[in-house]
Nanobody, 129 residues
Framework: QVRLVESGGGSVQAGGSLRLSCAASLDISSTYCMAWFRRAPGEERDGVASIKSDGRTSYADSVKGRFTISKDNAKNILYLTINGVQPGDTAVYYC???????????????????????WGQGTQVTVSS
């Protein structure tokens, strides 16, 4: 069973930066697609960034230019770097993965949660103004 464990969340002031990590129990260098999602209070779970096994990335329009998804294949860790954090970034952030190759894993904006089969428990990010 795939295990994904997020860390790096916490409280941060608006304008600051944050890096979230997701430690994976699988070989992420060959994992077809991984992504970060977030769920703000009272909102649906939204995809923010994805990365394919070949390194291609895509982002939701709402976070382009501020969020960067990356991975360290040697350590099996997925990252999400958030620059210029805003109060609207307050959410629980989830790491997700899939080994299935039927999803595009490259999105123009919307990243469907149903494209992913494995999920972490999430890490809370709270941004104060």
């Amino acid at each position: 069973q795939v295990r994904l464990v997020e860390s790096g969340g916490g409280s941060v002031q608006a304008g600051g930066s944050l890096r979230l990590s997701c430690a994976a129990s699988l070989d992420i260098s060959s994992t077809y697609c991984m992504a970060w999602f977030r769920r703000a209070p009272g909102e649906e779970r939204d995809g923010v960034a994805s990365i394919k096994s070949d390194g291609r990335t895509s982002y939701a329009d709402s976070v382009k230019g501020r969020f960067t998804i990356s991975k360290d294949n040697a350590k099996n860790i997925l990252y999400l770097t958030i620059n210029g954090v805003q109060p609207g970034d307050t959410a629980v952030y989830y790491c997700a993965a899939t080994l299935l190759t039927d999803a595009p894993c490259h999105y123009s904006d919307y990243i469907p949660p149903l494209d992913f089969t494995d999920w972490g428990q999430g890490t809370q990010v709270t941004v104060s103004s």
